[in-house]
């Protein structure tokens, strides 16, 4: 290739900068060879003597196809006829690579300036540095209908999010003014899970706005009452709810006592009941089960093949690791929970096992020990805390810390392929161990499954759902759960009954209580008359709910 004269050389232009040099100049031989070519054939051919700079114009006007009328009538050799035609066909080549190399590469790598993408903000949340994989939360509030605008000091981050259609800006949110084109004077609330700089987050905010709601997420539990003292009014631990979660799971296979319910009305409950392999329910058809003649208790519905179903068909088979959706009394919550999952005999001697002591370890462990289990711990770093130094995914520290005999194993480490490995072993060393682990994608929760865990919480699901319960009040069995259950006005249905309704037909929603306008529940009865003045509780899947408080344009009430 040609090299590039000396002065420019120096200037070290980048490669995408030398071709268009190339291009242009190219592109200027060829027109002066045109101009040349086509002045000499009007000479030769059509015995015309032209100047050179009409001919220099003409063959402008016909590679930019503006025109060329003033010489059409002296063409008629046709070689003269030919050589036209294939200035105007390398006209139009040369017009597409000079809008290829030249003017789309112009404007695409022009900064993008992300504020005018936002649309106009009131009463959104402002998201700062949200490290749980941030499409997950905000999926959650898209669902929930809040507004919201993320701040990202990832300018890489913020694009890739922003081109996939979320509201995020970049900037930092030390910076006073990064709030301010987040519009923080009509927020409702600031939300940060800035890590280290979370205090400083916080300070930020509270000099630009003092009186705007504040809720902060930490890895580390110890610095609740640092962040409050700086002005969080909310401080949210996800992983230390994750590990209680697991524990409380693990502990509830050798436990009668119901975990995770939700008051709907009067006496009645709702709870997921998890059912285990050694289930008399399972092989069986709902049909067959007769819960209700049985308990007393109601399967609402229940996820079947990774499909929930409410309320489920009755030729359903119920196996291992269906989630049943129950409502009842306690007590007959209680006798369906023995048939799901009968409880095993807690012994002095039962041992669980915990997988990485980091803070969901912390959180898991003090809830084992504080319902009499045995717990042996294993992490790489060697501390007093630690049983068995070594790595969760390796065969001889489960061996070591006794895996083949005991009742439950919850995997708490932050890599995942670790925490896929420990449960394939797990299981390969003791089928009967009952398996609960975390997860930091929330991609991986369904090979966690296939891998054979019983129980699996992911990061930011659980992050996502106690952002959404803060800022909805709105119940969620379990902070990993995909149904939601949420209590809304009558005032639709007004003068017609619960089976003219047709909510179940248009939302996929169940309606499983009703109070009157004096707090009093009544039976769910596809006969009664709403009057609009009572409030009716909804159970659903995340898509379901949105789509009835949207068909129906009614809002959740605060929770009792």
Not at 523 to 533: N, R, V
Request: hydrophobic share 40%; aromatic share 6%; proline share 5%.
């Amino acid at each position: 290739m040609v090299s590039l004269p000396e002065p420019l050389r120096r200037l070290k232009p980048s490669r995408r900068i030398r071709h268009v040099i190339y291009y242009l100049t190219g592109l200027v031989l060829v027109i002066l060879l045109y101009t040349v070519s086509y002045n000499y054939a009007l000479g030769r051919l059509e015995g015309v003597d032209q100047s050179i700079f009409a001919s220099f114009e003409f063959v402008i006007q016909t590679m930019t196809t503006t025109g060329y009328g003033q010489d059409s009538d002296i063409w008629s050799h046709p070689m003269m006829f030919m050589f036209v035609a294939m200035i105007q066909i390398s006209g139009i080549a040369t017009g597409f690579f000079t809008l290829r190399l030249i003017i789309i590469p112009l404007f695409t790598s022009a900064e993008l300036n992300l504020d005018d993408r936002l649309s106009s903000k009131n009463g959104h949340v402002i998201i700062c540095e949200y490290r749980r994989d941030s499409s997950v939360l905000l999926d959650e509030l898209r669902q929930l209908g809040i507004d919201y605008v993320l701040i990202s000091s990832s300018r890489e981050d913020a694009e890739a999010l922003s081109n996939q259609g979320y509201a995020v800006i970049d900037g930092s949110p030390q910076n006073a003014k990064t709030f301010e084109r987040a519009s923080i004077d009509t927020a409702r609330a600031v939300i940060t899970d800035a890590g280290d700089a979370n205090v400083n987050t916080i300070l930020t905010v509270r000099s630009v706005r003092p009186d705007v709601d504040v809720i902060a997420l930490t890895d580390d539990s110890s610095m609740t009452e640092i962040l409050r003292d700086v002005g969080a009014d909310t401080v949210l631990s996800p992983h230390g709810v994750l590990g209680h979660r697991l524990a409380e799971k693990a502990v509830a296979s050798f436990s009668s006592e119901l975990r995770d319910t939700i008051e709907i009305g009067g006496d009645t409950k709702l709870m997921e009941l998890p059912v285990s392999e050694s289930s008399e329910l399972v092989g069986r058809k709902v049909r067959e089960t007769r819960v209700r003649e049985r308990t007393g208790a109601t399967i609402v519905g229940a996820w079947l093949d990774g499909e929930l179903q409410l309320p489920p068909s009755p030729d359903a088979v119920i196996r291992p690791n269906t989630v049943l959706l129950v409502s009842g009394e306690e007590q007959a919550l209680k006798e369906l929970s023995e048939f799901t999952r009968p409880p095993r005999a807690f012994t002095e001697h039962e041992r669980f096992i915990l997988v990485g002591l980091g803070e969901v370890g912390h959180a898991a462990r003090t809830v084992i020990q504080e319902a009499g289990g045995q717990v042996v711990t294993i992490d790489v770093e060697d501390r007093p805390e630690v049983d068995v130094v070594g790595d969760g995914g390796s065969r001889e520290a489960l061996k070591a810390a006794g895996v083949e005999d005991a009742g439950a194993i919850v995997v708490g480490v932050p890599d995942d392929s670790i925490a896929l490995l420990a449960t394939v072993l797990a299981q390969s060393l003791n089928p009967d161990i009952e398996v609960l682990v975390r997860v930091s994608d929330a991609d991986t929760t369904p090979k966690a499954f296939t891998a054979g865990a019983d129980y699996v919480l992911s990061v930011p699901r659980v992050s996502a759902r106690m952002v959404a319960k803060e800022l909805r009040g709105e119940d969620v069995l379990a902070p990993a759960s995909q149904i939601r259950l949420v209590r809304v006005p009558t005032t639709p249905f007004a003068g017609s009954t619960l089976g003219e309704s047709g909510i179940y037909e248009q939302t996929g929603c169940r309606v499983i209580a009703i109070e009157d306008d004096e707090g009093e529940t009544v039976a769910i009865d596809p006969q009664w008359e709403f009057t609009g003045s009572e409030r009716m509780t909804i159970v659903g899947s995340d898509e379901a709910v949105q789509r009835f408080l949207k068909r129906f344009d009614v809002s959740p009430t605060e929770q009792p």
